[in-house]
């Protein structure tokens, strides 16, 4: 017999005993059998598991007894595991047709390896066409891809870069992740992401929202109680948009200008104003809210003439409405 690769150990595959029978003899020694693994034939004919019992490795039983010179044949056949296999290409007539398994417990199920020079290691094949590959390129790095469109692992640098048939990364610019109709989920990142550009100003690493019930005191000194009231802020790297609205319901002992806390402190040597409607509160001149260096809250101003300003300061008892935005750069 001959074999591809390696011969397997045992090499024999089969062994076959011949027995001329006596009358009525049931019972036939064979040299040795796996129970399962056998054939049993009565004069040529082939018999079905249920004419004999044959379970403990050596002794075959006929159900019914042989006659005299009855010719008994048993092939017991070997079960063995197979060394390694050489395989034989495509042009030298190897094929495989239908499904391959292959099961190896807590151990590399199959090693590739590519001698000599980068390229495709495992070429992927629909009815004899190419639709993808799995390569090496430069020397230590994995490839996998189909046509222009691929994927290179750089281990060295933690990196993953696009990557093309010809083995390259010339394609930059050129492969999208998703499209308008097919859309992943959420991209989970603990860096940022360059838009537009690869230059520091095109970094953005931060994106953030938050709602909830805005913080009011005063500037100096002094305590403001409120009704209901929230605020929102979106924050775009270090840009922040802060709107809020709220209803006093009194306020004790106030000294200074009426605040309200930001969810960021304002850099140093920076000043931010934002817009603000008042209902219901006495004030003089056009009021703002103003937000400057260090601080992290802005506070209601109004300008009465000139240069002159003056502290808002919420009035006592209820009903006195304020609202209120600003956009300004954090620390």
């Not at 089969?14 to 029978?21: G, H, K, N, P, Y």
């Not at 403990?56 to 197979?82: H, K, M, Q, W, Y």
């Not at 537009?196 to 002094?222: F, Q, R």
């Not at 934002?274 to 809210?289: A, C, D, L, Q």
Request: charged share 15%; hydrophobic share 35%; glycine share 12%.
């Amino acid at each position: 017999m001959a074999y591809i690769g390696n011969i397997p150990v045992p090499q024999a595959t089969q062994t076959r005993d011949r027995f001329t029978a006596t009358s009525g003899q049931t019972t036939f020694a064979t040299s040795g059998y796996t129970p399962g693994f056998l054939d049993v034939y009565l004069n040529g004919v082939h018999l079905d598991a249920s004419d004999y019992t044959a379970t403990n490795g050596s002794d075959v039983v006929l159900d019914t007894g042989a006659a005299t010179d009855d010719i008994v044949e048993v092939v017991a056949f070997t079960a063995f595991t197979p060394a390694n296999i050489d395989a034989v290409s495509a042009a030298n007539g190897g094929t495989f047709s239908g499904a391959i398994t292959v099961d190896a417990d807590g151990a590399t199920v199959a090693t590739f390896d590519r001698a000599t020079s980068d390229g495709t290691i495992i070429d992927l094949q629909k009815d004899g066409s190419s639709v993808g590959s799995i390569a090496s390129s430069g020397g230590t790095d994995l490839a996998i891809g189909s046509g222009d469109t691929g994927f290179r692992f750089i281990a060295s640098a933690n990196e993953i870069i696009p990557w093309n048939a010809s083995g390259n990364t010339t394609n930059q610019d050129a492969i999208d992740i998703g499209k308008d109709t097919q859309r992943f989920k959420d991209l989970y990142l603990s860096g940022g992401v360059y838009l537009g550009g690869t230059g520091a100003a095109n970094h953005l690493d931060d994106y953030e929202y938050g709602s909830g019930t805005p913080t009011v005191g005063m500037t100096t000194s002094g305590t403001v109680t409120i009704t209901g009231g929230n605020y929102e802020y979106t924050k775009i790297g270090n840009i922040c948009h802060f709107s809020f609205e709220f209803q006093t319901t009194g306020v004790s002992s106030p000294v200074g200008a009426l605040r309200v806390n930001l969810p960021f402190t304002v850099p140093s040597g920076m000043f931010f104003a934002g817009s603000v409607r008042i209902y219901n509160n006495t004030f003089t001149g056009s009021p703002f809210i103003e937000a400057t260096s260090n601080d992290n809250y802005v506070k209601f101003r109004s300008n009465v003439s000139g240069a002159v300003t003056a502290d808002i300061v919420p009035d006592s008892g209820s009903g006195h409405y304020f609202f209120g935005q600003i956009t300004y750069r954090t620390a």
